[in-house]
């Protein structure tokens, strides 16, 4: 018997198609993606009953199966055997680009491992709608997703976030206070920050101003607090390369010396003011000795 070729291979199984779904407003829906849901056999769905919503505001009747991050890999081995039986899927978040901050991207990696074609369908995507409503000029952007809950873990990740570039945060409702007072801190009350709250719903608010007035507007309103957020974080300041030495010399002396002793050497050492280090120095928290 002749061997199949690899090309012949994948032709004999069905293709995973990645699709964007709206992230608020139902008509914001691609027509490819409209028509991809109508023609596959299966849509795996971070939560079916939000996924139905959509299938149903286009009259899409298709089988529909479960996708999160708690049963992803268990969810994914069934979907493999759906595929390589020649049957094409759709895989879908509950709003915006799956494997975006949401669950999906086990079984993509499953699909390409296993020689199944995966094929995008771009479209909406929380983070690329902020960005393009920030109005931060730049050629890139940090996504970061979702801060930690704790505070003390979360003001560990946002000291690590200070870069001449927008960074771009997901926020719970129950959380965004406490991580807008965190990035204030952090990063001073008067960087620029871009709150987008409830983007492409019917409550849609996207206001850019300064940390220090965040809480203020977040208060100006009742509810204005509730609903799904999208933070984008203006740019830092560039730094240079002696800046970012001096930083990483000051970081390791702190683990054994106190703040001033470690200022003082770490400025003999990078030929930066001590008095510079001894500031980042206190700010860090840091300081082996006492």
């Keep these: 018997m002749a061997r199949l070729t690899n090309g012949e291979r994948r032709r004999l199984t069905g293709t995973l198609y990645v699709v964007a779904t709206p992230i608020g407003n ?17 849509v795996a769905c971070e939560d079916t009953r939000t996924s139905r919503t959509l299938l149903a505001h286009y009259g ?7 996708l999160h991050e708690h049963n992803e890999r268990a969810a994914a ?3 493999l055997d759906v595929l390589r039986e020649g049957k094409d899927v759709a895989l879908v978040s509950d709003a915006g680009t799956p494997a975006f901050a949401d669950p999906g ?7 390409h491992r296993a020689g199944i074609p995966v094929r995008p369908i771009p479209g909406p995507n929380a983070a690329a709608a902020a960005v393009s409503a920030a109005g931060f000029a730049a050629s890139r952007f940090l996504f970061a997703g979702f801060l930690p809950a704790s ?3 979360r003001r560990k990740a946002l000291a690590a976030l200070d870069v001449p570039f927008p960074i771009v945060l997901y926020e719970a409702p129950h959380r965004v206070r406490d991580a807008l007072a965190d990035l204030a801190r952090q990063f001073g009350a008067e960087r620029e920050i871009v709150i987008a709250r409830e983007l492409t719903k019917k409550f849609e608010e996207v206001a850019r101003l300064p940390l220090g007035e965040a809480h203020a507007w977040l208060e100006a309103r009742p509810g204005r607090a509730q609903g799904e957020f999208v933070l984008v974080l203006a740019p830092g300041e560039e730094r240079s ?3 970012l030495d001096a930083e990483r010399v000051l970081e390791v002396l702190l683990e054994a010396l106190a703040p001033s002793e470690a200022a003082k050497l770490a400025a003999r050492i990078t030929g930066l003011p001590k008095s510079e280090l001894y500031r980042k120095s206190l700010k860090s928290g840091k300081g082996g000795a006492k």
Excluded: F, G, Q
Excluded at 26 to 42: G, K, N, Y
Excluded at 60 to 66: C, G, H, Q, S, Y
Excluded at 105 to 111: F, G, K, T
């Design 26 to 42: 139902l008509a914001d829906a691609s027509p490819r993606a409209v028509e991809t849901l109508r023609s596959v056999a299966l």
């Design 60 to 66: 899409i009747a298709v089988r529909t199966v479960a």
């Design 77 to 79: 081995a069934k979907l």
């Design 105 to 111: 991207a086990w079984l993509v990696a499953e699909a």
């Design 151 to 153: 505070a003390a873990a």
């Design 241 to 243: 390369s002696s800046a």
